[in-house]
């Protein structure tokens, strides 16, 4: 460790842009908060920054090790349908593939189902006459007077970007490697290809994964390359690290050369807190309740490790309905994401029914108390009308919220709903919180988990304004609210291990095999895995690979995923990752298949290397003596419910391992935290706070 052991960390919000700074040293942590510029990204992030090494007297070259980022821009930009300008070039008769999708219906008896529109339209999708077989033998090569026509044709549509996804281009991608060359050197713009992006079987994944990847690399690659510019203007000594979907961190480089393995950034930020915490706490399972300004996450902590999932469905038409956004192909932590923060906007629907989201005011123009132009109530202002939230004290009194616009905007939906303003504030909080624990419920289900009785974690800036609410509807009893909780998942990134998650598809029958061809594939991967995180400044001595399998009884349509051994090569018998199915394969349907062949369809690799251990400081409260409140606020905590006359205290000022009785009002600079009547608060040795529910 140097004499300087600052670590700088960055997470870009749908509404707050969050920075963290990080004494390696002492373990000190300090925090930055400042709304998110969506038009101009780097703007908040520059803003935030500047004011965080102002505020603690930091100099940019002190800060050398790598800058670990996280972000909501790739799929804001897919949620958003705001992305780039990109074409999509593949074979010969398999232009409508994107239109096609795999022809599932998530709804079988909806005669008007709906669909996202394709990041690429069917006008930016073009055919060339290429052919490679299944076998991988390559039967056509794109002829280059078609390639010429191309990109004449791309360059005057004015194209920012290029997806190339070939049939059959997993089992060999040179068809592609050699369109995607002649177009780069031709337009001069980024080209991926799918056989580096998804490799993989199926071709409708594999192709949208490629065109979610294209369509955003004009929006990520130019952010990245003026971030690194005003680093280095600035003197800042440390390289970018970008945070990916799967938990893991890579070079900036590699981010911009593939995106959408950034999909779920910012929420794989905050789960792997939530399982660094876990342990610290010795909580084998919890449930990660992450509420920001824009979305709400829930991810299950088992054994201190969150679910993996080799799929991730972003865009989604309905939240509750697989199938109906874009299934992309990326490693990614299991986790359900909805349309629930504090700017999530309140209306009456046509039936005169409340309804809370998934539109958000996000932070242009932001939540009506904002002052920024917003006149629609979102959940932020209901929480101010209900006294939850001090509209003086938001992020410290450095941006004071007006409650008369709240209030406003509170009096328009209750006119429309016909109800009294604060009966519609309290419906409001309610129905953000159903929204919430139902989604919860929904991970549950899908995972096979019962979640009552879970320990919640809750973080985030709107989290802990929430979380007892939920915990109610969720049947739990304990809530932990850890330091720092608004800023967590920026935290999160500091806590990551330096990662890349590598898939290709070859399939074979596990027994009779030829093993020289499964170990040339998997030399390959290494390879890959190797150079990723080399280019993250990872000696290759300290690189770790895991190996895994998606296999499937023969016959069947699906495959399971099964992590197999671990090491420098791939060592374990085949009689040994039978078991190893056949264990896996009774969890998930609770029996094997006897008798029945196995056939391997994918090959899987995790390269990953530690960061630097990260131990926050003990919290140093200012006193050991009970601190009286800094006054008292009514409270409106349920429908129908008159006002409680309720304490407020400051987080900072409470000792260790005093006990509070419910109603109690926990103020900080970045986030409120509710302990509603009937919950009592301690807070423990590392400065948690631990509300247990008395009253049921």
Known sequence: MTADDWRLAVDIGGTFTDIVLLDGLTGAVSVEKTLTTPAEPLEAVRTGITNLLERTGVAPGEITAPIVHATTLITNSLIEGKTGRAALVTTTGFGDTLLIRDEHRYDMYDLQIEFPDPPIPRGLTFEIGERTAADGRVLV????GELDTLAE????????SVAVCFLNSYANASNEHAAASHLRRALGVPVCVSAEIAPQI??????????????????????LDELQKWLLAEGFGGSVLMMLSNGGVVSAEEAARA???LVESGPAAGALAACWFARRLGEERLLAFDMGGTTAKATLVEGFEPELTNTFEVARIYRFKKGSGFPVAVPSLDLVEIGAGGGSLARADQFGLLKVGPESAGADPGPASYGGGGTTLAVTDADIVLGLIDPDSFLGGDMPLEATLAEGALARVAGQLGLEPMETAAGVHEVVNQNMAAAARMHGVERGADLRGVTLLAFGGAGPVHACGVAELLESNRVVFPVNASVFSAFGTLVSPVRIDLARSRPMMLRGYDVADRDLLLDELRDEGRRVLMSAGVSADQVRFRYGIDARYAGQGNEITVWVDEGEGFTV???EVELAYEDEYRRVYGMAIPDVAIEVVTWRLSASAELPAVEPGPPNPTSTDRPAPLGNRRVVFDRGATAVETPIYRRELLPTGIRLEGPVIVEERDTTSVIRPGWSMEVADDGSLVAIRERQ
């Open 141 to 144: 090569e794109p002829p280059v």
């Open 153 to 160: 044709r791309l360059g005057e549509e004015k194209v920012e």
């Open 202 to 223: 199926r071709e409708y994944p594999r192709m949208i994964t490629a065109a979610c990847n294209a369509a955003t690399m004009p929006l990520i690659g130019p952010y």
């Open 259 to 261: 995106p959408i393995r």
């Open 573 to 575: 018998g085949v009689d």
